[in-house]
């Protein structure tokens, strides 16, 4: 007996030190977390309340304060104003790599029941006008800049008046009037810097930024166009005003072409701005949604517009806004070596409502989430031409390959089917995999979206999808599903689709998804309402409108996947090509300083911005494309081994379609209820859930043309600002999943 009560003694001593071991680890852990987390915030904060504070009496005595102390230093007064507005971006990049690198998103809790709340994220304030739909936390964000924008023009306009005793004192008041236009002009141009220093940071589709906040591309592209918007009203104005006190003084001819060495270049400025005007007008709604390729092409000019900008305001002013610009080079220039690799297109399918689904090669350590998206370019259609799509696969139907569904509406999607439908016309009488002549290619850059998949922390779901927008969605349900089939966290238990399509055929594109024979009524309970808006009933007696699609099968050529080389991908290595091109950065603008411009006393303003622009671009060239070619490396070797234990038997092997009846009611057809002639009734369909909805987060997803985005979040809103009193009430959480480039 005691033998047995000393042995249970040691084993609870054991288990004793080893939780005790473990709670500290995890206790070291959580706190590295807060640090790293506080610290970004706290520089952010800072961040932004500089820009703030910089036009006031007390900035302004800062500025010059922190430039007289940094006077004489290597980098001089370009180093200073580099440290104040641009390195504090660049370190939270920096923090963000460990960050993201050790912290990753615990998948507890997706299956955690939380008590529902309202998300500022997710609760629409705006529902129409210009801006489409406006979270509030989004509406925040505008009031900050306008606030900003509004501060600033007041604090420069009364400095402003309190110089003019230094232009002379028998000034007429015409003349006054003529300097204080002047000096507003150029205020004008200050306050257009600190918006640049934003524009180009929602545009780097794999920033590690936007990793941080979970903020996909498709989100970020609409503040880069409402950044944008402003930026080209103050840019006008400071424009204008500079044209109308010169042609008060009757001399813009001469200014017009002036070309200052000791500040700024005029006629560099008036390039930029044209080079501006015409990015802006191919952005209007009307221009880029009927000329695309038009809208596409023009804005390929931001390449000019960065570097007359530069040569307008020299390079202690551009270095106000390099920060954002140079992420998005490290960006741009990633995307560049993703998209130089082909890849084999390893099946297409031709559905009968003119939908075409890609099946694309990828390796296994490429990841994506179900609300992914990728840019896509077949180089037999347009070598010059990229679109969107967002992927219609779950990660876990398969880690070699992804699918996409492209809805046939244009030009070059038009081609693409023509292309697809003639292969598949051809393939009858082939015994497939066809052999090399038949081989479709195309280059891919991504894939990109959200970080985590954060659709699984809602204990409901409602997705809302008009005509081709059922295509993420096809990719949510497909991962719902598998998760729970292989005992994967996954919260969501009753999901609601709702589809408004124009006519029947489109339907055949639920047979995507394959419910197989496993019974889900226990763990999930799948509903979908599709809406046939242009038929009145079923244009078929037997109700067979889910005629079998068309398919080929291509040849891949061994290691034709796609590229791991894109900042949503490989964690370590996107830290690692931030951190080396921005030290090569410093090194390569030390080298400069150091050999030929504090040696040489150049001082000339568009030189010294024209070469601050070369220092980053080389930075970029040298010290990424270094990292970039070991990331290369490492993919070469992993795939290799990836491929030698695998093969690609299993993307061959995934891409069987139903052929009949009873294997099309084994996917979602046969969870589908289809009305016709009719149009969602959202306010019924959301009535209904929030009367048999207990006090849950409900995520309702949108993915669809304005209208239907419009109509969701009003009726978002309405049920949430109706819930008051209604402690029981769901809360509905707006997301929105559709994005116009």
Known sequence: MAVEDLHSALISNGAGGYAKQSQQKSFLFSLAKWVLKSAMWLIFVAWILLFFIIPSDFGSTFYADWVAATDGTLFGETGSVLMLYSA????????????????????????????????????????????????????????????????????????????????????????????????????????????????????????????????????????????????????????????????????????????????????????????????????????????????????????????????????????????????????????????????????????????????????????????????????????????????????LNGKYHLEVLIKTVGEWTTKLRETVSKTSAEDSDIQLPRTPPYQLMASVEGPYGHESPYYLRYEKLVLVAGGSGISPFLAILSDILHRIKMNKPCLPQHVVLVWAIKTSNELSLLSTVAMGSMDFSDRLNIEIQAYVTRESECPVEDGRFYNAPSSSVFSVS???????????????????????????????????????????????????????????????????????????????????????????????????????????????????????????????IFGSLAEYSAQVDVGVFVCGPTTLQSSVAKECRSQNLGRRGKGNSPIFHYNSHSFDL
Not at 186 to 202: E, K, R, T, W
Not at 564 to 574: M, P, S, Y
């Open 88 to 395: 504090p971006i660049i370190a939270i990049a920096f923090l963000a790599v460990p960050y993201i690198i050790f912290f990753e998103e615990d998948e507890q809790e997706y299956q955690e029941k939380k008590k529902a709340k309202f998300s500022l994220w997710t609760f629409p304030v705006l529902v129409d006008g210009p801006l489409g739909v406006v979270s509030a936390a989004e509406m925040i964000g505008i009031i900050l800049f306008i606030v900003f924008v509004l501060s600033a023009l007041f604090f420069y306009t009364v400095a402003n008046f309190e110089m003019l005793p230094d232009y002379g004192d028998d000034l007429t008041e015409g003349e006054k009037r003529v300097f204080m236009l002047q000096m507003s002009a150029y205020c004008f141009g200050l306050i257009v810097l600190s918006c640049l220093a934003f524009l180009f940071l929602p545009i780097a589709r794999g920033s590690i930024l936007l990793r941080l906040i979970d903020i996909p591309f498709e989100h970020a592209t609409r503040y880069h166009v409402w950044l944008g918007n402003l930026i080209f009203f103050l840019v006008t104005m400071h424009g204008l005003c500079y044209m109308i006190v010169w042609a008060i003084r009757g001399i813009i001819p001469s200014e017009v072409v002036e070309w200052k060495s000791d500040g700024g270049a005029n006629l560099a400025g008036i390039i930029c701005y044209g080079i501006f005007l015409v990015i802006w007008v191919t952005t209007l709604p009307p221009v880029r949604k009927r000329y695309f390729e038009l809208f596409y092409y023009t804005h390929q000019l931001y390449v000019l517009f960065v570097i007359f900008l530069a040569l307008h305001i020299g390079g202690v002013n551009f270095s106000q806004a390099a920060g954002g610009i140079f992420l998005f080079m490290l960006d741009r220039f990633l995307r560049f070596c993703q998209s130089r690799k082909t890849v084999n297109v390893v099946s297409a399918t031709c559905f009968p409502c003119g939908t075409v689904k890609l099946v694309l090669p990828k390796p296994a350590n490429l990841h994506y989430n179900a609300l992914g998206f990728i840019f896509l370019q077949v180089k037999s259609i347009s070598s010059l031409q990229w679109h969107p799509f967002s992927v219609s696969s779950s990660p």
């Open 558 to 684: 061994k290691g034709a996947t796609m590229s791991v080389l894109t900042g949503t991908g490989n964690k370590i290595w996107a830290g690692t090509y931030v951190i080396a091109s921005t030290i090569g950065f410093v090194i390569v603008l030390s080298l400069l300083d150091v050999f030929y411009i504090n040696p040489y006393s150049i001082d000339t303003w568009w030189y010294l911005g024209l070469l601050f622009v070369i220092c980053m671009v080389a930075s970029v060239l040298i010290f990424g494309g270094l990292t970039i070619g070991l990331w290369h490396l490492w993919e070469r070797k992993t795939s290799s081994q990836e491929s030698s234990e695998n093969g690609n038997t299993e993307i061959v092997q995934s891409n069987g379609r139903p052929t009949d009846t009873n294997e099309y009611q084994k996917t979602l057809i046969s969870a589908a209820t289809v009305r016709y002639g009719r149009r969602p009734d959202f306010s019924e």
